[in-house]
């Protein structure tokens, strides 16, 4: 299932500024639910930087990233290969060609164990290059989250700080102490 998140307006006046919210795509692969639990924490505090988030699967953005706002990854690796709700999405990027992901603007963090020598963090490094070869823009370098050492959480957590600046300064966005009031949480089918 795919769980969207939008706004609310809670003013019909074309100048509300609180209502003004940029739309922001945070796409998961997870099989185990890590890259998926913290592809839902950037979700949860998108609202707070001024951003209308959207939550899903790799799989369920197949053929249709979109251009109107941020798209963050959140990503592991198999043996190498994508989760189970990451592999459609893989393939569709992998027959795409340059230019087809022109005015998609991105980040990558990668959920891996570096106990998989020869293909630790291989899809989400496969993701951060092939979009920028395709002609995506890299908003952030690709985080690197290694679940085998101690500061696999704090990892996360300094990306998502340096996230949020760089995404507040590009898309000048305002954050807010009190985002949630227009703020609703929507489940629709895949
Ligand atoms: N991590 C890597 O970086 N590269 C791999 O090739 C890789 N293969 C794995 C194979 C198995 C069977 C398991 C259990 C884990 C593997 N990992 C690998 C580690 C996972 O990607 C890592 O634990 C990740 O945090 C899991 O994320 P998820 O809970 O979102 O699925």
Redesign the pocket.
């Known amino acids: 299932q795919v769980i969207s998140a939008s706004t609310t307006p809670t003013s019909t006046k074309p100048t509300a500024v609180a209502g003004a919210r940029c739309p922001m795509y945070i796409l998961?692969?997870?099989?185990?639910?890590?890259?998926?639990?913290f592809a839902q924490r950037i979700t949860n505090d998108a609202p707070n930087y001024g951003f209308a988030p959207t939550l899903g699967s790799l799989d369920s953005a197949t053929g249709q990233l979109p251009t109107d706002g941020p798209v963050v990854i959140?990503?592991?690796?198999?043996?190498?290969?994508p989760?189970d709700n990451a592999a459609r999405f893989v393939d569709w990027l992998s027959s795409l060609k340059a230019d087809d992901l022109k005015g998609v603007r991105y980040a990558v963090f990668?959920?891996?164990?570096?106990?998989?020598t020869t293909?630790?963090?291989?899809?989400p490094a496969l993701i951060d290059e092939s979009f920028e070869k395709r002609g995506g823009e890299r908003l952030a370098p690709r985080g690197v989250?290694d679940?085998s050492q101690g500061n696999f959480f704090e990892i996360f957590d300094q990306f998502t700080i340096d996230l949020w600046t760089t995404l507040t300064k590009a898309y000048s966005t305002v954050r807010s102490e009190s985002p949630t009031s227009g703020f609703a949480v929507k489940i629709v089918d895949p």
């Open positions: 998961y692969g997870s099989n185990t639910g890590t890259s998926e639990a959140v990503t592991a690796s198999y043996e190498g290969q989760a990668g959920c891996g164990n570096s106990d998989w293909t630790y963090q291989r899809i989250g679940s």
